[in-house]
Each structure stands twice: as structure tokens, then as C-alpha cells.
């Protein structure tokens, strides 16, 4: 099992850096790989003596300044969703969960939609997107709370109401802001256009942790596939461990819709392609999706940005493209 983990994912970080330096290198302007890692490893220390001359300045606004902080970004929200996918259909033990399950999606788009309307400024989107989700997962949670227990039944659909609710007022706000409709539109749709060094460090942090706490409880998932009843029966805490999952998935969550948009699919079919290669233990699961979502969103924004340059289609167009036909391949098989 530790042998099979190690190889597919030692195997896994090899494609990882192989798609982080072609994504690096293409583009409206085409960058050679080796003046991309000439330029990288200068700029590392105790690895930059290794370089003689000083690497080539033309092209050092497009990759440090552009395409490296974009990648990053795509690379963290791919494996933040990937994620908290593989964590809400094993929290729900059902296969047609996803991140947006309990509204965080929804609640960040109101939050998003409000900042871009009334509150305009360089955080602003962000701060305002990330705010509303982390409310209203904690409005889902209250509703769905009985005493001390959380019915997951009620909480899937306490998510599907909240959600619909604030889908409801974001879609009044964009009737209503007509000349800021488009703006507001292109951020639902999903994309890494605006994607920063700002956005990088805001976001890092709370997937960066998120990941590996989820990791952590990977144990405590397999067993609650057995059900609640056996779960409890063999030591694991429920609501406990519950409450943990979701917050954390969450935080995820918000986090990567605050700086991304709403992007699909990425949290529902991922789970879904790795349980194929290395099956349903969450102790595998967990690191291999991360990977595979990381390297999926890289090549999907890559897809986006050189597909019909120097025009840009919204990532959420593209992985909606490619993950649309493999929901339904999923659902015939």
C-alpha cells in the first residue's frame, strides 16, 4: 500500500513539474523552458551561483510578473477543490457531492457581487467573497443543527436552500446593475485573468493548511464509510470529526472561490477519476486528487488562455467542457 502511494505519487510531481514549466513556457508570447529555469534558479538562493551569466531581462515581466503567480494560483485552487470534493462525498458518502454542496459557492458569489457593485478596491472582491461563504456555511450548520447532531440528510439539504436563496439575490443585484453585469458574469464563470502574487499569499495559507488537516483525518473518513453506527462503534467521534471536515472543506472552498470565481466540476469529477486509479482509501485518495486537481486546473487555464489568444475564455467554459461528457460517461457505466 506505502509502495503504491509513493509511486503514484512520486510519478504524479514528475508530471506536475513537467506541466508547471510548459504552462510557464506557452502563451501569446512563447517562452523557452530553459530561460524559464535560467531565470528561476537565479532568483533562488544558494542555488543561484549555479548561473553564470544573468538571465535574458525581456522576459522576466511575463513569467515572474504574469503566467508564475497565475499557475500558482490555478495549481492551489485545483488541489484546494479536488479536495474538499474527495472530502464531501466521503463526508456524505454520496458521489454526486461537490465543494458547492452546502452553498459555499452561492454565498461567496453574493458576497463577490456585493463588492464588485458597492464596495470596489483591490481586496474587496476577495475579502467580501471569502466573508459570505464562511457565513454561510455557518448558516447551513445552524439549521441543520439538532442538540448536539448534525444530520447530513439535513445539512445536503439546508446547503441546497441557502444556496438558492443567495443565487436568488445575487441574480437581483446583476438585474438590477446592469452596467456591471458583465464583470460580475465573467467572476461566476470562473477564471485566473485577474490572478496575482496578492492572491497567491491570501489564498495559500488557508489551502496550504486545509490539505494536510484533511489528510490528517483520512482514517476517520474510511471508517465512516461503514456508516455512523459502526463508526462509533470502532472510536471515531462523528459529530466531532464532522464538524472538523466541514469546516475545513469549507475554508477551502471559500478560499478558492474568492480568488478564482465559481470554476466546475473540478471537485466532482476529480474525486471520481482518482478513485479509478488508486481506489476508495481516503489515505491515498487524498494526496493523488490534490495532485491530479492541481495539475488538471494548469492545464485547463493554459487551455483558456492559448485556445483562441490573446482573447481569454473563463476557465469554468473549459473544465465544464471536459467534465460535463465524464459525468455522463460516469452515470451510463
Known sequence: MLKQRNKVIGFLLLIGIITFCVSLSIGSVSVPVR???????????????????????KYELIILSLRLPRILLAMLVGSGLATAGATMQGLFRNSLASPYVVG??????FGAALAILFLPGIFSVPLSAFSTGLITIFLVYRISQRGTRVSIETLLLAGIAVGLFFSAITSLLMYVSAQSAHYLVFWMMGGFGGGNWRNVIASAPFIGFGIPAIYYFSRELNVMQLGEESAIHLGVEIEKIKKILLILSSLITASAVAVSGVIGFVGLIIPHITRIIVGPDHRILIPVSALIGGIFLIWCDSLARTIIAPVELPVG????????????????R
Not at 38 to 56: H, S
Not at 317 to 332: D, E, M, Q, R, S
Open 35 to 57: 530561460d524559464i529555469l535560467k531565470m528561476i534558479i537565479y532568483r533562488l538562493p544558494f542555488l543561484n551561483n549555479w548561473i553564470k551569466n544573468e538571465p535574458a531581462q
Open 104 to 109: 459555499v459557492s452561492s454565498g461567496s458569489s
Open 317 to 332: 467554459i473549459i473544465t465544464a467542457c471536459f467534465g460535463a461528457p465524464f459525468f455522463i460517461y460516469l452515470l451510463k
